[in-house]
């Protein structure tokens, strides 16, 4: 991927998760990373392990829901390298429970981060990628196009970056700006993260729902892989990724009859 060498990225939550396996794999292929995190030693860490792999890397250590700082992230970079080719937004936060029973607080939690930020973080982005041709990428989930059970307000969340993304193709596109929504499964977790987060399930859930993916009847995706299918995605200017793929069947038919897409839903997450 010769594309890659010398672009210029950024990573929200990078320090972590898929952020930080996009991160390392830019670095791979010779781009120049600047990631962002709030937990500052977690971010330093992460920022020399990747200059230990020879990456030109920058943290930018910050809240991506306070306001002005999405902003100020995108600044720093462009001062920094002198341009953007890529912005990714991977932070985000999931919940496990059921609507009716998340607080207003945690709603508003999930939306601050899911959705007002990367709002945020497209328009900020949007001048500097058109000018370069360069890519937004919103990493978003299969909760994007369904909502299954078990996570709360997690759909809700993010189902408006599908919106989103199509508006920024229509309204921007024909300029240069490409963008991506990447609507993943459950991915596999690194051996240094932590197993039990939903340990705390929600009373009366069932056992399975504090897994990956709510307890969804699919495999854990190799987030190595996935990151080497958005950069690809990327390089053919694609619109929309959806791992697995067979996910997009179970997308149709929720659209064509929400009685069959509901029982399917049900099935996979028994």
């Known amino acids: 991927m010769e ?15 898929l952020g930080r396996t996009l ?4 670095v791979q292929l010779g781009a120049r990373v600047a990631i962002n995190g709030r937990d500052r030693p977690r971010l330093s860490a992460t920022v020399s392990a990747l200059k230990d792999m020879g990456g030109e890397v920058i943290s930018l250590q910050g809240d991506i829901t306070e306001h002005g700082f999405p902003q100020q992230l995108i600044a720093e970079s462009v001062e920094a390298f002198g341009r953007v080719d890529l912005v990714c937004h991977a ?28 709002f ?46 199509q508006q920024l193709r229509l309204e921007r596109g024909p300029a240069g700006l490409h963008t991506l929504l990447v609507c993943p499964g459950p991915i596999a977790r690194a051996d240094d993260e932590p197993s039990d987060r939903y340990a705390a399930v929600e009373h009366g859930l069932p056992e399975a729902a504090a897994k990956p993916g709510a307890g969804a009847k699919v495999s854990a995706l190799d987030p190595h892989r996935v990151c080497k299918k958005i950069l690809k995605a990327c390089e053919s200017r694609q619109s929309e990724l959806v791992l697995p793929h067979r996910a997009r069947l179970l997308f149709v038919l929720n659209q064509l009859s ?8 049900r099935k996979m997450t028994g």
């Open 91 to 118: 932070a985000g936060r999931s919940m496990r429970g059921e609507l009716v029973s998340t607080s207003r607080e945690e709603f508003e939690a999930l939306w601050r981060v899911n959705a007002r930020a990367a």
């Open 3 to 17: 594309y890659w060498k010398n672009k210029a990225c950024v990573v929200t939550g990078g320090s972590s998760g």
């Open 120 to 165: 945020d973080i497209a328009c900020a982005a949007a001048d500097p990628l058109t000018a370069t041709q360069g890519h937004l990428v919103l990493i978003g989930s299969l909760a994007c196009r369904v909502a299954p059970r078990f996570i709360g307000a997690y759909s809700e969340s993010k189902f408006p970056l599908a919106a989103m993304a």
């Open 23 to 26: 991160a390392e794999t830019l």
């Open 258 to 265: 929400p009685n069959l897409g509901d029982w399917l839903l």
